[in-house]
């Protein structure tokens, strides 16, 4: 097949759809990637627990490969048969070997404290519009 | 050439479903499956953690507490298990006392 100069610039966009199509096939876009949702959590806090008995609050500034991070304005708790311990820490480098689970979304507790307090605020709303 | 890499375990049939986790270090955990890499960190949303006894560590209690949408890192993941379909019994290996 002879091809001319004039066909080279569509050969070119058909070999890039061919890329873009194995992409496609090969990540899923509905599927929630794990690093892509720790990325999204940079400068806001979160908690993480560790293998043991530790769990820290903190904000995050950024991680790494192997999820090693660097946390700011941190509370360390350590969760013992006594109690728990609370150390607060200014900011810190945390190795990422012992972290068991990155949790992002909300804090358990105070999460659900603060969706009643939303709900009683949305009340409190509607009846002043209902007076007004 | 050995070709296209296949993982042992296919988790994209169960995304969107219930799964059942357990970590190293002894935290069991349930939520519903959201996301995972090659590495088998997991996105789990609703998660929850079944707290375990203070005196024994090993057995898990009733108590629970809600964690919301978490990363397990596929470091601490030892076991991954579809809840639905699964149900748990007593062991049948145990010896009753006296024999």
Not at chain 1, 43 to 60: N, Q, R
Not at chain 1, 66 to 78: G, Q, R
Not at chain 2, 12 to 28: E, I, M, N, P, Y
Not at chain 2, 45 to 73: M, N, S, W, Y
Request: hydrophobic share 40%; charged share 25%; aromatic share 6%.
């Amino acid at each position: 097949m002879l091809l001319s100069i004039d066909d080279v610039p569509c050969l070119l966009i058909a070999l890039s759809v061919d890329v873009e199509a194995e992409i496609m096939a090969n990540t899923n876009p509905s599927q929630l990637l794990p690093s892509e949702l720790i990325d999204r959590c940079i400068g806001s806090k979160i908690w993480v627990i560790m293998k043991g008995d530790k769990e820290l609050v903190g904000t995050l500034r950024g991680f790494d490969v192997y999820v090693n991070m660097v946390l700011e304005d941190v509370t360390e708790y350590e969760i013992t048969a006594e109690g728990r311990r609370i150390t607060k820490l200014d900011q810190i480098l945390l190795n990422g070997n012992n972290i068991a689970i990155v949790n992002t979304g909300g804090f358990s507790n105070f999460s659900l404290q603060y969706s009643w307090f939303l709900v009683v605020l949305l009340i409190q709303n509607e009846s002043t519009w209902m007076l007004a | 050439m050995s070709g296209r890499k296949e993982t042992v375990l296919d988790l994209a049939k169960f995304v969107d479903k219930g799964v059942q986790v357990k970590l190293t270090g002894g935290r069991q955990v349930t939520g519903t499956l959201k996301g995972y890499d090659q590495l088998l960190n997991l996105v789990l949303d609703e998660a929850v953690e079944f707290l375990r006894d203070a005196d024994d560590p090993l057995k898990t209690t009733d108590q629970t507490r809600r964690l919301g949408l978490i990363v397990c890192r596929g470091t601490a993941v030892m076991l991954v298990s579809p809840t639905d379909g699964t149900d748990e019994i007593a062991n049948p290996f145990v010896q009753p006392d006296g024999t």
